[in-house]
């Protein structure tokens, strides 16, 4: 299309600036979306890290280029997309960090400190990372070993494979 | 093994003709650092405006684009993208011996959008990208810059022929005082000049009266 649309259709509003972060309600995977997260024993294995140390309050997969995959159930749909996309930005830049100031290997282990809590995050599967916010009263060596544990398991599961591109012949315009 | 740095290599050559190699460390001299952001909808070339005209290796968070994303990120119209913005481009310009430019690109999609608060924060002006295919993805960046006070200027980044500017400048609804002129994000002297054009625009606003708020 080069046609340019017509005038006076700007109309963000007060409320869409302040929740500009939030997603529109989204439909469920399509065909399109061979997504491996969606099954109800990993969120089971989710909500079961959750209860196996003290102070865990969310936990959230998440694909690398911020979106949620599964999440436990508390946390709810527009935290899940705004947790999604703080930890896909936080392990962005220490991948950045990595390639400038370590050897490369990419994004370790994350942690954020703040009053009334933390953030934990790690690499998954392939693709995705897991992340998790605690409570001031969590133990983070005790959560950080749960969380690797937790990937050990079931961290091939945890994937979310590049787009492909031949999906873009069947696009209409 | 993935890694999020700028592809150059050594030996391609970057902004002043230096190779990418060597770094050109900032002078003691500068005093006046001037940030400048650079936004607009997914996929119209924030990443690659920064990556061309910065003088030192851009900082980029390119996360590859995964299948999750096949419901949200419409890949429509923006050509063989891969991969996405997942927190912010910073490159860097010195001007002369006492003034260098911050070169901040925000991400486009929606769920980093809240990024753009901080972003924005002691920023002096704005670049804003715009694809004319998608000229709508671009409303957001402009009512939100207008929202701040903060200054900018219109690149139109040519992908192949496409609507004149007065077209574009009504479909965008703005105002004959917002410059806006057409740019090749990947030509380092075309981002140049859009650099420039933003300049001029912020010293006009200074001369009007008008001194350009900062951002809070």
């Known amino acids: 299309m080069t046609t340019a649309p017509t005038a006076h259709h ?19 995977g399509g065909p399109d979306t061979p997504m491996t997260t969606t099954d109800s024993s990993l969120d089971w294995m989710l909500e079961n890290l959750r209860g196996r140390a003290a102070g865990i309050h969310h936990v959230l997969v998440l694909s690398r280029d911020g979106l949620k995959m599964c999440h436990t159930r508390d946390l709810d749909v527009d935290r899940a997309d705004q947790l999604a996309a703080i930890a896909a930005g936080i392990q962005s830049l220490s991948l950045s960090a990595s390639a400038e100031f370590g050897d490369a290997s990419g994004a370790g282990q994350a942690m954020l400190e703040y009053g009334g809590g933390l953030l ?19 133990d983070v060596g005790v959560v ?25 012949a069947d696009a209409t315009r | 093994m993935h890694s999020n740095a700028s592809e150059r290599t050594a030996s391609e050559p970057t902004s002043l003709g230096r190779p990418a190699g060597e770094r050109s460390p900032l002078a003691p001299t500068v ?44 890949l429509r119209g923006v050509r063989d993208k891969r991969t996405t913005t997942a927190a912010f481009d910073f490159g860097r310009i010195t001007v002369d011996a006492t003034r260098v430019l ?3 690109g925000a991400p486009g999609q929606k769920r980093f959008w809240f990024l753009w ?58 105002s004959n005082d917002v410059p806006l002129l057409e740019c090749d994000a990947r030509r380092r ?17 200074d001369r009007a009266g008008s001194a350009p708020k900062e951002a809070s």
């Open chain 2, 102 to 104: 911050y070169l901040f």
């Open chain 2, 189 to 205: 002297e075309s981002s140049r000049d859009v650099l420039i054009t933003l300049v001029h625009h912020l010293a006009s606003l």
């Open chain 2, 31 to 74: 005093s006046n650092a001037l940030k400048i952001v650079i936004v607009g909808g997914f996929g119209v070339g924030k990443t690659t405006m920064v990556g061309s005209v910065s003088e030192m290796r851009p900082l980029s968070t390119e996360e590859v684009m995964t299948q999750a994303g096949a419901e949200v990120d419409d």
């Open chain 1, 144 to 168: 950080a070993r749960h969380m690797n544990e937790l990937v050990e398991q079931i961290g091939h599961h945890l994937t979310a494979p590049p787009r492909r591109r031949h999906h873009e």
């Open chain 1, 120 to 138: 934990l995050i790690v690499g998954a599967g392939k693709g995705a990372h897991l992340a998790v916010v605690t409570g001031t009263e969590a």
């Open chain 1, 10 to 28: 700007r109309t963000a509003t007060e409320q869409e600036r302040r929740e500009g972060h939030r997603l529109a309600q989204r439909p469920g």
């Open chain 2, 117 to 174: 608060e901080q972003l924005f924060t002691g920023g002096l002006g704005a670049i804003v990208l715009v694809d004319t295919a998608r000229v709508e993805d671009s409303w957001y960046a402009i009512d939100r810059l207008e929202h701040h006070g903060m200054p900018f200027v219109v690149a139109v980044n040519r992908f192949g022929a496409g609507p004149s500017l007065d077209r574009v400048r009504t479909a965008l609804d703005l």
